[in-house]
């Protein structure tokens, strides 16, 4: 299917760590993007990396995607006690042009 | 970037009334969409408003459940018909932007009660 599904289901590190999360998915994609989404409330947009990018950067941010294992993976660095959040991979393809969501990872930052 | 606004943003309802949530885009997009998440769950697609046509929906929602209006290309509308307190989740909604990124309003919180 398009959904992306995130390892692991939930990570806890202390501040200053790096966090990685992972996702993988089964279908060709246009694109990948992932999100993050605090306690009941709105996803935001973090990054999108394109089917021929491999590698994606956003201030502590840092996106992979490797197309022939159909995986990607976040890494946050330096990690901050407002990091505590839910993260969500979405693989994008323009045949259904929609987003299929994952359980996400949930990530806790002690500070 | 868009900003997609969302109204409610919070509401509790009776049981066996209707609510409809608004959603507006700060710029003309093709594609907008309607998620529900409920309690402790992850985002499930409800349909694709569609510009014009009617909604395209989802294995396991309806129409008559969910209506869905979209009159213009910045603007949508979901109603939840006849609430139980199964339909208690957050609602959102989002729009596809330049370079197929998609974006998600805040979600509009409703308690069925």
């Known amino acids: 299917s398009q959904q992306g599904e995130e390892d692991p289901q939930a990570l806890s590190i202390q501040e200053g760590e790096n966090a990685t999360m992972n996702c993988s998915y089964k279908t060709s994609i246009n694109n990948l993007q992932w999100y993050r989404q605090n306690s009941g409330r709105g996803l935001v947009h973090l990054i999108l990396i394109r089917s021929n990018e491999r590698e994606k950067h956003s201030g502590r941010l840092r996106v992979t995607l490797d197309t022939s294992k159909k995986s990607s993976s976040l890494l946050i660095t330096a990690s901050r006690a407002a990091d505590t959040a839910s993260y969500f991979c979405?693989?994008?393809?323009?045949?259904?042009?929609?987003?299929?969501f994952g359980q996400g990872t949930t990530l806790q930052v002690k500070p | 970037s868009a900003v997609i606004s969302q109204k409610p943003s919070r509401d509790i309802c009776q049981r066996g009334t209707s609510l409809t949530i608004q959603c507006q885009v700060d710029?003309?997009?093709?594609?907008m969409f309607w998620y529900r998440q409920q309690p402790g769950q992850s985002l499930t697609l409800i349909a694709t408003?569609?510009?014009?046509?009617?909604?395209?929906?989802e294995s396991g929602f309806v129409i008559d459940k969910f209506p869905i209006s979209r009159p213009n290309l910045t603007f949508s509308t979901l109603t939840v018909s006849n609430m139980s307190p199964e339909d208690s989740s957050i609602y959102l909604c989002?729009?596809?932007?330049?370079?197929?990124?998609?974006?998600f309003g805040e979600g509009s919180w409703l308690t069925v009660v």
């Open positions: 408003a569609n510009q014009g046509s009617e909604a395209t929906y």
């Open positions: 710029s003309q997009v093709t594609m």
């Open positions: 989002s729009a596809e932007c330049s370079g197929n990124t998609i974006y």
């Open positions: 979405a693989p994008f393809s323009s045949n259904t042009g929609k987003l299929i």
